[in-house]
Structures are given as structure tokens and as C-alpha cells.
């Protein structure tokens, strides 16, 4: 499993996540790319699944043909601080999501 940050998730939440094989856009050279040439990209070089606060990929995207799952991650802003709190159910979830589902993670109410 091949764990793409986008780059409007901030880097540091790769720390969150060190028992995975993570690169942010940035990392990989990819950085200003739009939607539909990352998902290629990411397929084409074997990322599994994108982690982004992007909630409007899903909309824009045909995400079954891409092959690649999508996380979503809701918090009031892209802040590490606001994101922090929604890893856990993140790490529970990258090992039961598959390519071509949208899954969001937030906390709401």
C-alpha cells in the first residue's frame, strides 16, 4: 500500500503515519497538478491511495476508473491541529478501504 499526501494535506501528518509507505505531492515532483493528472500519475507509479481534505474530487473525478481510493479528511480547517484528531480512524480504515471507494473521516456534531 502506496499513501499519496495531496498537497493541500500538510506534511507533517506523515508522521502520523510511519507504519505505511507515505509521499506527499511535493515529495514526488508532482506538486500543482491537477485532479485528474495526479490520479494517473499515482496509478501509473503504484499509489493505492490518496489521503486529502479535497471534498470536491469525488464530484470531479471518475474515481472507479482511476483505480485509486480516496481519503477524505473533514476538520473545520487543513490545519495539522484540526487534522491531528482524525488519524486513528484513518489508520483503521487504510486496511479495509478499497481502490476506487471515497471514504470520509471527521468528526461531526
Known sequence: MRILLDECVPRPLKRELRDYEVQTVTE???SGKKNGELLQLMAQEG???LLTTDQNL????NLQQAGI???VLIAPTNRLTDLLPLMPGTRNLLN???PGE????GKFG
Open 47 to 49: 499509489f493505492t491511495i
Open 58 to 61: 469525488r464530484y470531479q473525478q
Open 69 to 71: 481510493a480516496i481519503v
Open 96 to 98: 479495509t478501504i478499497v
Open 102 to 105: 471515497v471514504v470520509e473521516v
Open 28 to 30: 514526488v515532483g508532482w
